[in-house]
């Protein structure tokens, strides 16, 4: 089983649309979770942070559920701008907090 | 906030020639920093822990002979490709944490693309 493990996608959705990225993780000792936007060949950049009492910033919403080890994002509203690669992103707190990337879901937002 | 910095962007050599990535921490010390690999349409996939004063931590199935991994300050590590085959070409990016910083997200370096010929 991957350590992180995401919808496969990719998510196509007119824009306006609200869409729903889904994650679990396999290790307990987790200790803290993000989401990172990864742009065609570029580096992934820090989207949001994932607390257990959820944040959102403007249209984007995270979620994590250490119970049932689930983190979501939420995007609304979405934008042509929005298209990119989604990745859910776990640091692992043993061995020096090594970063462990789920696969992404590639969305595509269109007109 | 954190920057991380990687050279070069980009390279292409020959088969059998060796590569060198540099990435650096530009205002933060890093005891720890990250190797990634990523192939087209593919995931980002760590390949080693590079550790200050130490030895690096490979993954399964990464050749530690044919990546070096040298992290010689706190700023800085360097990822050495050696005996380049096409099929190493693929993006190879760097990532560290400031571990003394009250953030805990990981930053990364801009990527290098490195194509074999």
């Known amino acids: 089983r991957k350590e992180v493990e995401q919808d496969p996608g990719p998510f196509n959705v007119p824009e306006g649309a609200t869409v729903a990225f889904n994650c679990t993780y396999s290790?307990?000792?987790?200790?803290?979770f993000f989401w990172y936007r990864q742009d065609c060949r570029k580096e992934p950049k820090l989207l949001m942070s994932v607390y257990s009492s959820g944040n959102e910033d403007g249209r984007f919403t995270a979620q994590l559920n250490r119970a049932s080890q689930y983190i979501s994002l939420l995007i609304r509203d979405s934008k042509l701008s929005d298209s990119a690669t989604y990745l859910c992103v776990v640091n692992l707190g043993t061995g020096g907090f090594k970063t462990i990337f789920g696969a992404g879901t590639r969305l595509f937002v269109k007109a | 906030g954190a920057v991380v910095s990687q050279h070069p962007s980009w390279v292409i050599c020959k088969s059998g020639t060796s590569v060198k990535i540099e990435c650096r921490s530009l205002d933060f010390q890093a005891t720890t920093m990250f190797w990634y690999r990523q192939f087209p349409k593919q995931s980002l996939m760590l390949m080693a822990t590079s550790n200050e004063g130490s030895k690096a931590t490979y993954e399964q199935g990464v050749e530690k002979d044919k990546f070096l991994i040298n992290h010689a300050s706190l700023t800085l590590s360097t990822l050495t490709v050696t005996s380049a085959h096409p099929e190493d070409s693929s993006f190879y990016i760097c990532s560290a944490r400031d571990e003394k910083g009250a953030q805990t997200e990981a930053f990364f370096g801009q990527g290098t693309r490195l194509t074999v010929v």
């Open positions: 290790n307990s000792a987790s200790q803290s």
